[in-house]
């Protein structure tokens, strides 16, 4: 797997996703994929080993059919907590992405998460055997993207998506999820 990739934003998709005028220009990005991560581009995620906090297993066929931006998150990490808003807003700006949540806290953790911070998606919870042993996460925030079909397209660390203060932005999020997301056809 390759340490450090380019991508050119397709700018069609990436001035639909960030909302700027279809002529516009978005410039080249550099993003570093999670160096550990387990998956290799194309392998399928482990959606079916999710289970969410009310204890039910994770229904992973409703994420199908549509790319899906997972967030992995822990309790204790503040600027995860800072996202929560920001990912609500690309979740309501973005219908046609689906946006998941993973974190190995407990059940009960987790449901006080959800409802203490309001995360308007679903959320997979005791998911630290799945993020430490077949994803090998070891950072957060951070993220990956699913194509339709559950694929890992990418991943990357939250403080690449962001502002000056390091933490992940609405629109660094957006353009690098449109970054990385096959183009539309005309």
Not at 13 to 24: K, M, N, Q, W
Not at 48 to 75: C, H, I, K
Not at 90 to 100: D, G, K, M, T, W
Request: one cysteine or more; charged letters at 15%; hydrophobic letters at 45%.
């Amino acid at each position: 797997m390759t340490t450090l990739t380019t991508f050119a934003c397709a700018a069609g998709l990436a001035a639909a996703l960030l909302g700027a005028p279809s002529h516009a220009q978005t410039p080249e990005r550099r993003y570093t994929p999670m160096e550990a991560f387990a998956l290799a581009a194309g392998s399928p995620f482990p959606l079916d080993a999710l289970t969410t906090p009310d204890g039910q297993r994770l229904a992973a066929e409703p994420l199908r059919g549509q790319p899906v931006l997972v967030n992995f998150f822990t309790r204790f990490c503040a600027p995860c907590i800072k996202e929560v808003p920001k990912l609500n807003q690309v979740q309501a700006r973005h219908p046609e992405l689906r946006v998941l949540a993973i974190t190995p806290d407990s059940l009960p953790d987790a449901g006080r998460y959800i409802q203490q911070y309001g995360l308007n998606w679903p959320v997979a919870a005791n998911a630290g055997d799945v993020m430490a042993r077949q994803l090998h996460v070891s950072a957060f925030p951070s993220f990956a993207l699913l194509d339709a079909q559950g694929r890992l397209i990418t991943t990357v660390l939250a403080n690449q998506l962001g502002g000056e203060d390091g933490h992940a932005t609405v629109e660094g999020i957006e353009a690098w999820v449109a970054a990385h997301l096959p183009r539309p056809a005309p």
